[in-house]
């Protein structure tokens, strides 16, 4: 079946540094990658939409110059957490969809922002 | 973004028994259901998922009902296990690539043994 490796499971950075989280697509190619953010006991709120090569489409109140996006290629998606502050704190997951594949997600990655 | 309501918000059942879930939706436009399972750490697996052209899907213990005209769907677990014990988040998304799942809020279950 379809798998999207994430990574890192878990970071811990220090306020005011960059974070960057990487997603692959395994076995197929991911010519969209979607982006959540899951607070505490809280649901999975989409953040951003990308296509392959294009600019992502950001959710409305997401800071796009603070959470980049990069999908430049069929298989690699990044977010880069800009300048983090203990508010972004979070479970960040990737979802990535392709031709004839629906949505396989990542395992997620924990940052702590300290 | 478009809402999905899920309810309840948790949920305690017995063991053997069955745990129901449900789930609304807005925008019928949305013609992909899915029901994922989470636990404490991890991200969401998929656990069964229907498209509007059926009413019912069935696999092993778990079975979604679908309501096109009323807009609702739910998931019921039988013979509940104590391993059942996790969030389950309902889902829409549509079937045109780059459209992507909106969640419902969760609901929490636990299952006594």
């Known amino acids: 079946g379809a798998v999207v490796s994430q990574h890192p499971s878990r970071v811990i950075c220090k306020s005011g540094t960059s974070v960057k989280i990487e997603c692959r697509s395994l076995?197929?190619?991911?010519?969209?990658m979607f982006w959540y953010r899951q607070f505490p006991k809280q649901s999975l709120m989409l953040m951003a939409t990308s296509n392959e090569g294009s600019k992502a489409t950001y959710e409305q109140g997401v800071e796009k110059d603070k959470f980049l996006i990069n999908h430049a290629s069929l298989t690699l998606s990044t977010l880069t957490v800009t300048s983090a502050h203990p508010e972004d704190s979070s479970f960040y997951i990737c979802?990535?969809?392709?031709?004839?594949?629906?949505?396989?997600f990542g395992s997620g990655t924990r940052l702590t922002v300290v | 973004q478009q809402q999905v309501k899920q309810s309840p918000q948790s949920l305690i059942v017995q063991k053997g028994g069955i745990s129901i879930i449900n789930c609304a939706y807005e925008n019928t436009a949305f013609d992909y259901f899915p029901w994922y399972q989470q636990f404490p750490g991890k991200g969401p697996a998929l656990l069964i998922a229907?498209?509007?052209?059926?009413s019912e899907k069935k696999e092993g213990r778990f079975t979604i009902s679908f309501n096109k005209s009323a807009k609702q769907f739910s998931l019921h677990i039988m013979d509940s296990q104590p391993g059942d014990s996790a969030t389950y988040f309902c889902a829409a998304g549509g079937n045109q690539a780059g459209t992507a799942l909106i969640f419902g809020k969760g609901t929490t279950l636990s299952v006594s043994s």
């Open positions: 229907i498209r509007p052209d059926v």
């Open positions: 076995d197929f190619q991911a010519t969209t």
């Open positions: 979802s990535a969809s392709g031709w004839n594949y629906g949505y396989t």
